[in-house]
T-cell receptor, first 116, second 113 residues
C-alpha cells in the first residue's frame, strides 16, 4: 500500500516570500503520478501541479514548482512570490499508473497562511 | 462549464438516522470518485465508478455505506444507520478518462451527533 506523509501541519510566510511544502511518499511502484492540490477556505479543491514519475524534469506552473526526487521519494512544492490568495490547505497526493486503479492517496495536508 | 456539485453542503443528523449525499459530476465525465476526510486526518478514497459500474469499492468502510450511480450520471452515497465516526467531509470528484485530472466538488460536511 502507498502512503503519503506531509510533516508540516501548518506554515505561515510573509507575502512575496518563497515557501516550500514538503511531501514524502512510500511505494513499490515504478510508474505513478504525484499531485499537489490546494483547498482554499471556500472548500473547492483544485489541482495545482502534477508530476509524472517517469519524467526527470520537475514540473512548473507559473509561481508553483516542484522538487521531485524519485530515489528519495520526495516531492516538495515551492511557491515563489507568495500571494494572499495562496492561503489554503495543500494536499500532496499519489496515484498509481495502473488502469482501473486511479484512486488518489493523500497526505494529511499543510495549512499555509500568507501574512500581509 | 459547470463544475462538480454536491448536495447538501452541510448535514447534521443524529446517530442512527439515514443520510443521502448527492454528487453531480462534470457533464461527460464517466469516472466518479468518492472520498472522505475525517477530522484532521488524510482524505481517504471510498470508491470509484466508471459510468454506472463500481470499478473499485475497496475504500468503503462497511456495509452501512451504499453508493449508487444509476444511469451513469449523478451519484448518491447513503449512510444507514449513521454512526458518530461517520462525521467528516465527503468529497466527490470526476474525470473524463481514467488517469486524467480529477475535478473535485466542494464537499458535504456531515456531522453525526
Amino acid at each position: 500500500a502507498q502512503t503519503v506523509t506531509q510533516s508540516q501541519p501548518e506554515m505561515s510566510v510573509q507575502e512575496a516570500e518563497t515557501v516550500t511544502l514538503s511531501c514524502t511518499y512510500d511505494t513499490s511502484e515504478n510508474n505513478y503520478y504525484l499531485f499537489w492540490y490546494k483547498q482554499p477556505p471556500s472548500r473547492q479543491m483544485i489541482l495545482v501541479i502534477r508530476q509524472e514519475a517517469y519524467k526527470q524534469q520537475n514540473a512548473t506552473e507559473n509561481r508553483f514548482s516542484v522538487n521531485f526526487q524519485k530515489a528519495a521519494k520526495s516531492f516538495s512544492l515551492k511557491i515563489s512570490d507568495s500571494q494572499l490568495g495562496d492561503t489554503a490547505m495543500y494536499f500532496c497526493a499519489f496515484m498509481k499508473l495502473i488502469f482501473g486503479n486511479e484512486k488518489l492517496t493523500f497526505g494529511t495536508g499543510t495549512r499555509l497562511t500568507i501574512i500581509p | 462549464e459547470a463544475g462538480v456539485t454536491q448536495f447538501p453542503s452541510h448535514s447534521v443528523i443524529e446517530k442512527g438516522q439515514t443520510v443521502t449525499l448527492r454528487c453531480d459530476p462534470i457533464s461527460g465525465h464517466d469516472n466518479l470518485y468518492w472520498y472522505r476526510r475525517v477530522m484532521g486526518k488524510e482524505i481517504k478514497f471510498l470508491l470509484h465508478f466508471v459510468k454506472e459500474s463500481k470499478q473499485d469499492e475497496s475504500g468503503m468502510p462497511n456495509n452501512r455505506f451504499l453508493a449508487e450511480r444509476t444511469g451513469g450520471t449523478y451519484s448518491t452515497l447513503k449512510v444507514q444507520p449513521a454512526e458518530l465516526e461517520d462525521s467528516g467531509v465527503y468529497f466527490c470528484a470526476s474525470s473524463q478518462e481514467q488517469g486524467d485530472e480529477q475535478y473535485f466538488g466542494p464537499g458535504t460536511r456531515l456531522t453525526v451527533t
